[in-house]
């Protein structure tokens, strides 16, 4: 069984997840409501095979690696699964910070998970982008350079 749990707040992410699992192979989905969130779930034995990533235990604790046809995809067209890691783990916010009595502001994304196999990942799929990014956590990359910000407006968008 496929399992994501959606904050109520972002209907649009919950669309997203029921269409991605109709799309691929789930003949049936089901919204299973709980407080605060939304659970969009469908079973199949297949899941595996498409999310070999997926296991028993968090997943900070195990590997994430990429399947070769994962990496291939994720080469071809990086901007989907950047948009999904900021929507799930990531956000979009004005940075306030003041410097001799003046204060500026600008925008930043911030993506913050405990696994460093997916920081990574991430990294390597800003890259591929252009987006200048840097740890400044040992759990949490920054993107804040307007040009690379104005690059992740185009593939990430609002949370909706």
Known sequence: ???????????????ACE????????RSVQRVPCVGCTTVQSLSN?????????GPGAKHTRAIELADWQHELLQADPGPF????FHSDGSRFDNRVTIAGKTYSYS??????ESTDI??????????LGVEWRYNRRNSLS?????SVEILDLHVGPKR
């Open 82 to 85: 950047v948009r999904g890691l």
């Open 19 to 26: 269409e991605a699992m109709r799309a691929l192979l789930a």
């Open 143 to 147: 993107v804040a350079r307007r040009d």
């Open 1 to 15: 069984m496929l399992r994501i749990a959606c904050a109520n707040a972002y209907p649009a992410i919950m669309d």
């Open 108 to 113: 930043r994304y911030m993506l913050s998970n």
């Open 119 to 128: 920081l990574e990942i991430c990294g390597f799929a800003l890259d591929l």
């Open 46 to 54: 297949h899941w595996p095979c498409l999310l070999p990533q997926a």
